[in-house]
Structures are given as structure tokens and as C-alpha cells.
């Protein structure tokens, strides 16, 4: 890395104040302080020497979701492949995975962090670093033949009107990854629901009997009996290794596991979070079970609540989205609040609006826009709590 350190000094200069370069600053800044360390001395405030900032941060969620991009890559390629009666290893699906998955990557990163360079030169600021995890999270909630430029264009609408309308990255109030398939969902429905978005085909005629159709889409026409691409039974192992249509990132319980234990062990994301929206979706899910018998006609009632955890987005969302450390509750009982509220209110959608058989997203925003109000709530709990504790000394 020294030739590449030296190079970047070398034309450090160009971009100074004074330089020929100079409103290019913000460019420069952000690329070089992502490779090493920043150089910047701080200038107000108490402060300590630390090797991470946020750049560091971000990079640590994009190693956690490396096991979900890897899975995922290899799972299109595999349900391609299945669709077609086509046996296929290891290597023809990684191959056919990153044909699908690597323009979308590339796509989500080039034009959100276009964005944001321009912002950063017309605001004259430092680079925003949100978009290291927002440009992997986008493409990962996606089906693997979403057009390019709807990719494009929701992450123009997550960049501009998600966040640097709010001031940029630490003030936005919505998760920009969702803000953008929440676009998508509402303006281009065709492309990110029903059966027929999960599996790419590649253009190719899939085999007789094929269906795309989700797991959680199945049980509102055939209950528990849920069937793969190809008409092969669908079990709970199945829906945890992540062998099963769905959304690029969003398949393998397992992977994503992996994922939250590595956002644990460096401290980046929050446990309580974690905890609590896997609790409040069981234990809802379990509550729900028991209305079965008296709706007869929702086979969603009849779901078992651990099939809930690992089908569809739940796991995903549980991990890489509720966990964003700007849009999630800060106080500790606010951070156990607000999880359990995202779980439960995922399976009451999915279980009492069965058209929408999955409930993450909604669930997930709608709590990011109540979650200054959980905290404001247990930070007054907690003054009425110390003023009576020194009320009752004084007496």
C-alpha cells in the first residue's frame, strides 16, 4: 500500500486550498481517509486517539454481510439452474450468480456515491461514509433481474430524498436501504412482488410445473405444504440454510447468523436489538397461533412462529436493518422496545394482511420514525425516577 500511500500525497497538493482541484476536496478526502487512516486533528471538544472511525465502522458491517452476499450469489445461480432441470456445481452457480448480482453492486455504488460526491462538492463538506453499507444493503433486498435503472433511480430517491434532505449521514430518519425498496415496492410493484421475480431465468423456458412463488407467499394457497421452484418439498432446514427463492441477501438464516455474530463480537451493532425483534416476532407469531382454530380461512394463523424467524426478510431485517445505529432507538430499554415492537408488528402484517406476506420493511420504518419518541419516553421515565429517589432522601 506505500506506492499507492505516496501517489495520494503526491497529489494531495491539487487538492488543497489553492490548488487547481481544490472543490474536488470532499473526492479526494473521502478516498484517501478510506484507505488509511485519517490524517485530521481535531480541533474543539474532549476527545481520545482511537484507530476507528466511521469508515472503520462501515467497513465491519460490510465483512458481516459478506456470508449473505457470498450465499446469495451462489443461491441465484442455483435456483436458475433448478428451474431449468439443469444440474449444475458449486462454479456454475457462483458464475451465473455474480453475472446477476455483481451489475447490481456495481450500479448501486457508482451512482449512490455519485451522489453523494456531488452533495460533498456543492455543500463544500467531508464525505458522507452511510453509503459504504447502504450501497451493499440495496442490492441485497432485491431479486436478482431487478433493471438496472430502477436500481438507478431508487437509489437516487434513498441518497437525496432518504437522507442529505435530512443533512446527510447521522440525521436521516428513515433507513436509506429501505427508503429504497420501499420505492421500488410502491413505484414498480411488478418488480419486487409476486411469484414470478424470485427466480432468474436468464431468458430461458423454465421446466413444466416451475413457480417462483415464495414460501411465505405459498401458505395463503396451500398451507405448511410449500413447495420449491420445481415441485420439491420445502422444510424448516431448508428456509434456514437459505436453498429457497427470495431476495438476493435475505434467503440464508444461516449466513446472516454469521453475519450478527460478527457484528456482536466488534461491538458495532446492538444485541438487545437483535434479541428483542427475533422475541417479539415468536412470541406474537406463538400468541397468533392460538386464534387458528376461529379463522380457518387464514392459513397464516397456522404458521409455527420458528418458521416465521427464517423466512422472508425477518432474519435480514433483525440484523442489518433494525440494527442501523442512526435510525434505531440510542437508550438501552428504548434499543429493547423498539426490537420487539419491529417483530411484532412484522407478523401482525404478515399474518393479518396475507396480500403482503412479509412485513419487515414496513414494520422496520414505521418504528425508525418512532424510535426518537421510545427514547424521549424512557429518558423522561428515567428523570421522573431519579427526581422521586432525591424527592424521597430530601424528605
Not at 500500500?1 to 497529489?11: R, S
Not at 444440474?87 to 451522489?115: F, Q, T
Not at 460526491?117 to 431479486?143: R, T, Y
Request: charged residues 15%; contains cysteine; proline residues 6%.
Amino acid at each position: 500500500m506505500n506506492p499507492l500511500k505516496k501517489l495520494l500525497e503526491k497529489v494531495e497538493p491539487s487538492f488543497r486550498e489553492g490548488g487547481k482541484l481544490h472543490k474536488f476536496w470532499p473526492v479526494y478526502d473521502g478516498f484517501a481517509t478510506f484507505l488509511f487512516v485519517p490524517g485530521h486533528p481535531t480541533h474543539k471538544g474532549s476527545h481520545i486517539r482511537d484507530g476507528i472511525d466511521l469508515k472503520r465502522t462501515m467497513v465491519s458491517v460490510i465483512f458481516a454481510m459478506m456470508p449473505a452476499l457470498l450465499f446469495g450469489i451462489y443461491n441465484v445461480g442455483y435456483q436458475h439452474y433448478l428451474a431449468l432441470g439443469q444440474e449444475s456445481g458449486l462454479v456454475e452457480n457462483m458464475i451465473y450468480g455474480l453475472i446477476k448480482v455483481l451489475p447490481l453492486i456495481v450500479v448501486s455504488y457508482a451512482v449512490g456515491l455519485g451522489v453523494e460526491f456531488a452533495f460533498c462538492v456543492i455543500k463544500k463538506h467531508q464525505i458522507n461514509e452511510g453509503f459504504l453499507v447502504s450501497g451493499m444493503l440495496i442490492p441485497l433486498v432485491v431479486p436478482p433481474d431487478m433493471p438496472l435503472w430502477m436500481v438507478a433511480v431508487a437509489t437516487v430517491f434513498a441518497v437525496v430524498i432518504g437522507k442529505e434532505v435530512f443533512g446527510g449521514t447521522g440525521m436521516n430518519v428513515l433507513n436509506p436501504a429501505l427508503t429504497a425498496r420501499a420505492f421500488l415496492f410502491f413505484a414498480y410493484p411488478a418488480f419486487i412482488s409476486g411469484d414470478k421475480v424470485w427466480v432468474s431465468l436468464g431468458g430461458e423456458k423454465a421446466v413444466d410445473g416451475f413457480s417462483g412463488a415464495t414460501p411465505l407467499s405459498q401458505f395463503i394457497t396451500q398451507g405448511p405444504a410449500i413447495k420449491n421452484p420445481v415441485g420439491g418439498d420445502i422444510g424448516f432446514i431448508d428456509g434456514f440454510i437459505g436453498l429457497i427463492p427470495g431476495s438476493i441477501g435475505e434467503t440464508s438464516t444461516l449466513a446472516i447468523l454469521i453475519g450478527a455474530a460478527i457484528l456482536i463480537f466488534t461491538g458495532v451493532a446492538s444485541w438487545k436489538i437483535m434479541f428483542s425483534v427475533f422475541a417479539g416476532g415468536y412470541l406474537t407469531a406463538t400468541l397468533l397461533n392460538l386464534l387458528a382454530g376461529h379463522f380457518p380461512d387464514n392459513p397464516y394463523l397456522t404458521i409455527e412462529p420458528h418458521w416465521h424467524l427464517v423466512f422472508g426478510g425477518f432474519a435480514f431485517g433483525a440484523v442489518f436493518m433494525a440494527t442501523d445505529p442512526v435510525t434505531a432507538a440510542q437508550t438501552p430499554l428504548g434499543k429493547l422496545i423498539y426490537g420487539f415492537l419491529i417483530g411484532v408488528i412484522t407478523i401482525v402484517i404478515r399474518v393479518l394482511n396475507p396480500a403482503y406476506p412479509e412485513g419487515m420493511m414496513l414494520s422496520i420504518l414505521f418504528m425508525n420514525v418512532a424510535a426518537p419518541l421510545i427514547d424521549y419516553y424512557v429518558v423522561q421515565a428515567n428523570i421522573k425516577r431519579r427526581l422521586k429517589r432525591v424527592t424521597a432522601k430530601a424528605a
